[in-house]
């Protein structure tokens, strides 16, 4: 059978240029010269994602050109009903300009000869023969479609009779004749149809499902905003890429309200949720369904996840397993027997469809099956199962649901089911949901407030979480005496659990610098306290102790701290938690001390632990914050690629915190590779982005490379107003970032800009920076210093960048050290060793050094090795440097020189193309080395290669 999944991916746009899987690191223009005299530097700037995008009517017209043009003598359309099978089918017809006749299968004809076949007879009178029949159809067809081609369209094929698929199969003999059979899935095959198949002779169509960066794309052409890649990333995970969902979504303008626009960037201000007009048409997939299917697949979706044992002992076995052969139901991905509705958007639109009365009647059957159920999902199900219904939750199930929403990045949710408590019995579990919620909104210092109040003194104070292993922050756990706050913690009467409370703190420490006094108060209260538990517990409380001494100490500003070269107490670590933030640390660590490489192993493994464990995944996104800036301060981008990718495929809720760092990435990514327009894009987005939302503190970074970006691409004005923005924020941002973040700022070329006082603020950066041990900045901020002060010896950057052996680093030494010996060919080298290595800005650079030593203005020789590099540049980089532009003037071939080329191309020698020309053999053989010289090569065999392409 031949299987063909509708293409998409020709249509999605250039590779390198969308979202995050373009991600770089702040220090994109370090070590360059050139950012002075940008006169020939305004490039337009590039967009993401120009190329069109094809929509549903492409795919669709992709599948009807399979259809007509395949040697095979139809298509089988195995897409179900409820995932868009109708939409797609007729945008497949309106595509092909053929006659077609629709038949349809019906459960009540089943039983009836060539009852199906009503439409192909018109009329025929009374047949009794299949060969009558058949005869009857063929001058039927031949007269619709006058000798040509026409489309038999054979809807719900599992209900036809076996004589009419026996009548379709036969028709196949006619070349002119195209079947176009839809069923539900493979498994409902009528036998004659499935023969087909497996001969190949019924092609076979898939929907696609698209990627993140093809419904970027896509939004971009039907809304002409520009959408984030979490957004996309989100749209992704909630219609599980299918154009039809995604479809309805950009049709319906209903959807406004969680969507604003903000300077032409389409931001989803909270969790994506079907409005009315996208609900209808959602549901209305489901109409050909039987009345016991759309039960178990709203019972299914009001519970989140429901056994199927549950759904076997309430409705026939078939029904569940029919929605499984159809992928609309689909097996939880934790390895037990629940299922639930996929995508979510279905899920989620029937669940909105839903009425009280329906609600109330379906509650009455599950209760029994849901009153006991203790994973957190469930619970959060069934809690706001009851308050549809007009029940009353118990308070430690709101907590519990509470806690859950916040794990899923659905702080909203979290804080309106808190709302439902009384206000007695919110307990310190609820307050610390509630802290944790308002951090997650960027509310910092109501979160901090808020978490206050559990350690003031008079309050009672306990262990909490008494297990030895400490769980401090997960999800799942058994209930017990005392409340349970959906995370795994029993909350004994009372008793604050300050494991997780010291987490939820060193979290927003790590993350925005506040919150110091807070955290060491509480730790010392926990520190001070009677632990229970015995010796295990003592042991995980000195561990985390220690850890929480290393987070203050990288809060502050220190590049290794003390603490983590301190041995941890014998014992279990607790539950992978302690292996996760000692990684983190570690990964900190050495990327302040300018180790990237051993960073990046660092914050990769810190990675694979959140991922490997769902009860740790409140530390993905800042992890992955973390892993993505380091990786693009090394340059890594193959491996940032192969993150990006695989997280893509990630439903991880918490990718949903990351809104910005895509297009900050992507930003100062493009910023490196030389492409300063289309950097602009990505940055205005991510700066655009952070307004509305920075946990992580990442806007200074966003502002300030963007600033830079605009004054390197010849906007001076953009650049003043993002150097505006940037010094007008309370605080450069964490230490992490905060020196790049200056540092960028501080060189945009603005209106006003005073090389004598970038040169003061760079020097006075690089003292702190040099004195807190930072070396990574020292590196950074000593290559843009090179810019503005001529008396820091190249030497200097070229001694840092010794021994550092990530891709950016390198690139960075070669440089140095090439520009401290004042050599043309050493420079040269440099500056495709960068290009090698993804630094393009570092490499036009030292090729526009090159022009400058060689030639000062005068005309010289064009060397291949130049003109070489000259081609793996992007035109926006070789428009940076007005000296490049003589080598671009210069590599320019002549007419005649084409001609030339065009000869060589052909296989033609000197000696025929001078008898051509009427010149001597000599003459041809000086263009052909011009030739050569211009393009970068060295023999006839290249350049015959280079321009046979």
Known sequence: MTSTVIPWAESAGPEDVTGPEGVAGPEGMAGLEGVAGLEDAAAPAGTVGQAEPVGLAGVAHQAAATLMESDACGMLLTVPTGLGAEPLLRGILEATPV???????????????FGALAPLLNGSGSLHCPLEVLAAIRA????????????????????????????????????????LVHARSHGCLPEGFALLAAEGRLASAEMPQLRAREIQAWCKAETGTYTPYVTALTLQHATAGNPVFISYLLRDAATGPQMCVDENVRILERRLVPSPTMTADVVGLLDGYSPAEREVLTAVALAGKLALCTLSDIWDGEVSNNLLLEKVLVRACDGSERVNVQPAMLSDAIAAATGVFTRRELWQRLEPY?????????????????LSIGEKPAAHDLVSAAATSNRLDDPHTALALLDELDDDAAGQAGMLQRSRALFYLGSIESALQCASKLVEPGQHDGAGGTDGAGHADGAGGTEGAGSVDGAGNIEAAGHIDYRRLLILLAQIRLSTGKGAELLDAAASRWKDMDAGGGYAAKQARERHLLMLSAVEQLSSGASFPTALAAAAPDGPDDGGREALIRQLLLGEAAARSGEIAVAAESLSAALEIVLADEELRNYGAYVLIRLLLVLCLGGYWDRLDGWLDRLALHSAPWLTQLAGLGELAAGIRLLQQGRPGDAMEALHAAVVILRHKDIRQLLPLAAGVAACTAGMSGDAASAARYQQEFRSLPSAGVPFVAAYATAFAAVARTPNMDAAAVRSELSQLLTEAAGAGARRSEIEITALLLQFDRTVPPSRLAELTSGVDDPRAQALHSYALALEAGDSAGLLGAGEAAAGLGQSLIAANALSRVILQTGEGRVHRVSPAATALLGQLHPQAQQLYPRLLELRTRSKLTVREKEIAAGIAAGRTSRQLAADAGVSVRTVDGHVHRIMGKLGLTSRKDLQHATSE
């Open 99 to 113: 006659p077609q006749i629709a038949i349809r299968g019906m459960a009540a004809l089943k039983d009836m000869d």
């Open 140 to 179: 039927r067809l031949a007269e619709q479609a006058a000798d040509g081609p026409v489309i038999v369209v054979v809807r719900n094929a599992a209900e036809l009779d076996d004589s009419s698929v026996s009548i379709l199969a036969q028709l196949c003999a006619d070349p002119r004749v195209k079947l």
């Open 370 to 386: 849901l009153k006991n159920a203790t994973a957190p999902e469930t619970v959060l199900a069934r809690v706001q199962w009851q």
